[in-house]
Nanobody, 125 residues
Framework: QVQLVESGGGLAQAGGSLRLSCAAS????????MAWFRQAPGNEREFVAV????????YYADSVKGRFTISRDNPKNTLYLQMNSLKPEDTAVYYC??????????????????WGQGTQVTVSS
């Protein structure tokens, strides 16, 4: 009932920047936390950043803190991830996630109800 579509991925050089977007549609009136996760080949899906419904609370994985910024535009039902100072280690498929009900930890993928298809981010050295 909720559709999430990521965009903005692509190629970047180390030290460069990319801005990811996630457009939400469907039954979004009960949306709460939204988050970004990423998964590199051979790795588990890992937490990147999360933002509360109002945008007042934001948390980041230590690996991206100080480089990435999560934000949301609720009237547009859009989530963003501004990625600066990119590193080759940031190469992964990035997924947008939404949880309708609270329960579990915000950094756990199991806590989220809806997922986008992912967008590839590749950072060259």
């Amino acid at each position: 009932q909720v559709q999430l579509v990521e965009s903005g991925g692509g190629l970047a050089q180390a030290g460069g920047s990319l801005r990811l977007s996630c457009a939400a549609s469907g039954r979004t009136s009960s949306n709460n936390d939204m988050a970004w996760f990423r998964q590199a080949p051979g790795n588990e899906r890992e937490f990147v950043a999360v933002i509360s419904r109002s945008g007042a609370n934001r948390y980041y994985a230590d690996s991206v803190k100080g480089r990435f910024t999560i934000s949301r535009d609720n009237p547009k039902n859009t989530l963003y991830l501004q990625m600066n100072s990119l590193k080759p280690e940031d190469t992964a498929v990035y997924y947008c996630a939404l949880r309708m009900l609270y329960g579990g930890s915000y950094y756990s993928s199991a806590s989220y109800d809806s997922w986008g298809q992912g967008t590839q981010v590749t950072v060259s050295s």
